[in-house]
Every structure is written in C-alpha cells, then in structure tokens.
C-alpha cells in the first residue's frame, strides 16, 4: 500500500541533524532521528538477515516501548533482506499497532527490498511512502 505525500518532515525544534543514535556493526547501521515530536525516521543500510535480524528486532522494539505517534523505518540503504528482515519487519508492526504507533516504510524500491515484499505479500501490509524522510542533510 503507498501512502499519499511525501513525509518531508522538518528536525524537531532544538534537535539536530545528529542522530538520536547510530550502531554500525560492520554488516548493519541503524541510524535513529527525532523529526519532529512523535515522529522518529530510522535509517537502515546494509544486510539484513538471521545475523543482523535480532539485534534490529530488539533496538526496534526499545524504540516503540517509548510509544512514539510515527516511526518510519527507511530501508534504501538495505543491500540484502532475507526471510529473518521480513519476520523483524512483521514484529515492528505488531508492536506498533499494540503502542498505538503509526508505522510507515520507505526507500522500498530497491531491488533487495521490493522482491521480498512483493513475493510475500507483505507490501501489501504495510504502509509505503514514495520518499523517505528528509533529515536536512545527508543520513549515513
């Protein structure tokens, strides 16, 4: 499903374009933003598979245990996503729809990122915004 619009959501007022926090563990970073209040964009490149998977799982489930209005998880920078990137992508949502969280995917266009959604089914599931966030500068 896409969403309408793009998300170009401004910084927070008095935050940066630093990250809220950025883990980089060779094969996966994940890079965390406060865009405005209640929204957070998190930025994913790399492999995401049954190595990468768990930890990501649990740095999500950390994010939305703080019951933000909106996250969107951008995925542009994924250069492999196996069937354990899929599972965390699953869980994000059930834990998104149990905190009331709006949960929105972008940079799915990729083909690393669109074969699996499609052959799943799954971007059918969630919801996809045409653009990612804009940070007001370059993201890692």
Known sequence: MVAEGAPGLPIHPGSSAEPLNY??????SVDVHQMAQGVL??????ELDML???PLQDRL???LATRPGRVIIDLSGVSFM????????ICARQNAIATGT????????GRAVTVPLEVTGLNQ?????PT???IGCEHR
């Open 23 to 28: 883990v980089d563990n060779g094969l996966l």
């Open 41 to 46: 964009a998190i930025y994913i490149a790399g």
């Open 52 to 54: 990468t998977g768990p």
């Open 61 to 63: 489930e950390e994010l």
């Open 82 to 89: 196996g069937s354990t990137g899929l599972s965390v992508l």
């Open 102 to 109: 709006t949960l929105q995917l972008s940079g799915t266009s």
């Open 125 to 129: 599931l969630f919801e996809i915004l």
């Open 132 to 134: 990612p966030p804009t």
